[in-house]
């Protein structure tokens, strides 16, 4: 069964609405890669995971733009049945955010990539192949207990023009809140 995009597939182009009042209106796959890649991240508004990682998912944000390369967040949950992931609550969030923060509110984009979680975390090449999917690390409620850092790592070996060690990981956090 299918999961979706994985390392080594191409990554289909999207354009969202943008939550950040800093970026444009609307982003697009190809406003944010770069010439080296990007980081797209699914996320959300509520998922604990998200709220608790929002530091170090702004660190790696941080980490991507120093590096010369793009970083969005997507959030494609269902707004209706979780109203904490609307497009109002997204723009008061997205003025804490230094990344565009995109909303997915027909769930398309989630779809066309396989997305299962929130954070789940997508690295792409300049070329939009995909070189590592899923986790940040291995303790995503404790980063002190953290014991792997599997983008970081996957950054680095994209930086090095080298294939990561480990390409995919699963996901730790909140399911893709789908629409009924």
Not at 33 to 42: A, E, K, P
Not at 81 to 98: A, F, I, Q, V
Not at 108 to 137: K, M, Q
Request: aromatic share 8%; glycine share 8%; net charge negative.
């Amino acid at each position: 069964m299918s999961r979706g995009l994985e390392p080594g597939d191409a990554a289909p182009p999207f354009e969202l609405p943008n939550a950040n009042s800093d970026g444009p209106d609307q982003c697009s796959l190809s406003n944010i890669i770069t010439d080296i890649g990007c980081v797209i991240v699914f996320t959300c508004n509520h998922c604990p995971y998200v709220i608790g990682n929002e530091s170090r998912i702004e660190c790696i944000a941080s980490r991507a733009r120093e590096e010369g390369m793009g970083f969005a967040g997507i959030n494609s949950n269902d707004p209706d049945n979780y109203p904490t992931d609307n497009w109002e609550h997204m723009l008061k969030r997205g003025e804490t955010m230094s990344y565009a923060y995109l909303h997915d509110a027909t769930q398309e984009v989630a779809h066309a990539w396989g997305a299962e979680r929130t954070p789940e975390f997508y690295l792409l090449d300049s070329n939009g192949i995909i070189t590592y999917r899923g986790r940040l690390d291995d303790s995503p409620r404790d980063p002190s207990l953290a014991t792997t850092s599997e983008l970081s790592d996957a950054i680095d070996a994209l930086l090095a023009d080298e294939s990561p060690d480990i390409a995919r990981t699963d996901s730790i956090g909140c399911s893709v809140k789908w629409k009924v």
